[in-house]
């Protein structure tokens, strides 16, 4: 299983792309059960962040974790799509 660490500029940034996770979510289409499952997976997970630094700046840090290969792969691209400044899949 993999955790990924997700890094935004600041705790409203996290919210809104959380927000933004959940309407893209709420959309399903039936030729991408997968991808909306890793979604559905995501947004069940409480939002656990903490400070950080990142290319020299104070940003904070979200952890999500529990996710297969392909779930993670998936969920980094739904973070960076709303605009995440770096993503760490572990």
């Known amino acids: 299983m993999f955790a990924l ?3 935004f500029a600041d ?11 959940r309407e893209a979510g709420m959309e399903k ?3 991408h059960p997968d991808y909306y499952a ?12 903490s400070p950080a630094v990142f290319a020299e700046k104070d940003v904070i840090s979200c952890e ?3 996710f297969d290969v392909k779930e993670s ?3 980094e691209a739904a973070f960076l799509d709303v605009g995440a ?5 572990e």
Not at 85 to 89: G, H, T
């Open 5 to 7: 660490k997700v890094l």
């Open 11 to 21: 705790e409203n940034a996290a919210k809104e792309a959380i927000s933004s996770i």
């Open 29 to 31: 289409h039936a030729d």
């Open 38 to 49: 890793a979604l559905q997976k995501l947004l069940q997970q409480p939002l656990r962040c």
């Open 64 to 66: 999500f974790y529990g």
């Open 73 to 75: 792969a998936m969920v």
């Open 85 to 89: 400044l770096e993503v760490v899949v």
